[in-house]
Nanobody, 115 residues
Framework: QLQLLESGGGLVQAGGSLRLSCAAS????????MGWYRQAPGKQRELVATIIGGGGTNYADSVKGRFTVSIDNAAKTVYLQMNSLKPEDTAVYYC?????????WGQGTQVTVSS
C-alpha cells in the first residue's frame, strides 16, 4: 500500500509562487512515475506535470516554463514549484504515483490565485 500526503497549497496573488510537496509512505519503494494533476470547479482532472523513473518530465502546455516538477527519491517526495501563477491555475492539486501499474492519489491541496 502507498499513502500520499500533499502540502504547500494556499492563497497567492497573480504573479506569485508556491511550492507543493507530496510525501509517499508505505510499503512501496519504486515508482514508474510521480507527479501532479489538478481539477478546477466544473472541469475534469488534468495532468499538470509528471516525472518518470528515468528522470524524464512531462508538462501540460499551460504550465510549461512556469512550473517545475522534481523528485527526491531517497525521501520519496515529489515537488511542484509553481512560478508566475495565474488565476486560471486555481484548482485542487492532486499528487499521483504510478506503482506497478496501479495509480495512487493524495487527498488534494487547494491552490487559489487571486487577480
Amino acid at each position: 500500500q502507498l499513502q500520499l500526503l500533499e502540502s504547500g497549497g494556499g492563497l497567492v496573488q497573480a504573479g506569485g509562487s508556491l511550492r507543493l510537496s507530496c510525501a509517499a509512505s508505505g510499503s512501496i519503494y519504486r515508482f514508474n512515475s510521480m507527479g501532479w494533476y489538478r481539477q478546477a470547479p466544473g472541469k475534469q482532472r488534468e495532468l499538470v506535470a509528471t516525472i518518470i523513473g528515468g528522470g524524464g518530465t512531462n508538462y501540460a502546455d499551460s504550465v510549461k516554463g512556469r512550473f517545475t516538477v522534481s523528485i527526491d527519491n531517497a525521501a520519496k517526495t515529489v515537488y511542484l514549484q509553481m512560478n508566475s501563477l495565474k488565476p486560471e491555475d486555481t484548482a485542487v492539486y492532486y499528487c499521483n504515483a504510478d506503482a506497478y501499474g496501479l495509480p495512487y492519489w493524495g487527498q488534494g491541496t487547494q491552490v487559489t490565485v487571486s487577480s
